[in-house]
């Protein structure tokens, strides 16, 4: 049973950080290209991070350069976002996703919230 399960997210005050996990399992994520998604209430679902295979190559919207770092660890089938500097504006549930074209898979999580307040 292919499952994508996040964790890690809350509430936290502006300026603070979060690290998002993403856990697969029933497939490896080696020859998956990882992403992160948010939503936030009313808005359309945005790329945040991703990461190729290879685990060198990384790409950001622009709102979240230098402040987000994706990562990958494929030997514990595990993806991350660390999230620093947050702002009010992060505020969104966040969507783990696995996609390998050759495959035709395209896996996702449930997701999870991720709440910048004071």
């Known amino acids: 049973q292919v499952q994508l399960v996040e964790s890690g997210g809350g509430l936290v005050q502006p300026g603070g950080s979060l690290r998002l996990s993403c856990a697969a399992s029933?497939?490896?994520?080696?020859?998956?290209?990882m992403r992160w998604y948010r939503q936030a209430p009313g808005k359309e679902r945005e790329l945040v991070a991703g990461?190729?295979?290879?685990?060198?190559?990384?790409n950001y919207v622009d709102s979240v350069k230098g402040r987000f770092t994706i990562s990958r660890d494929n030997a514990k089938n595990t993806v991350y976002l660390q999230m620093n500097s947050l702002k009010p504006e992060d505020t969104a549930v966040y969507y783990c996703?696995?996609?390998?074209?050759?495959?035709?898979?395209?896996?996702w999580g449930q997701g999870i919230q991720v709440t910048v307040s004071s």
């Open positions: 990461i190729f295979s290879g685990g060198s190559s990384t």
């Open positions: 996703n696995a996609r390998n074209w050759n495959l035709n898979n395209d896996y």
């Open positions: 029933g497939f490896m994520i080696s020859s998956y290209v």
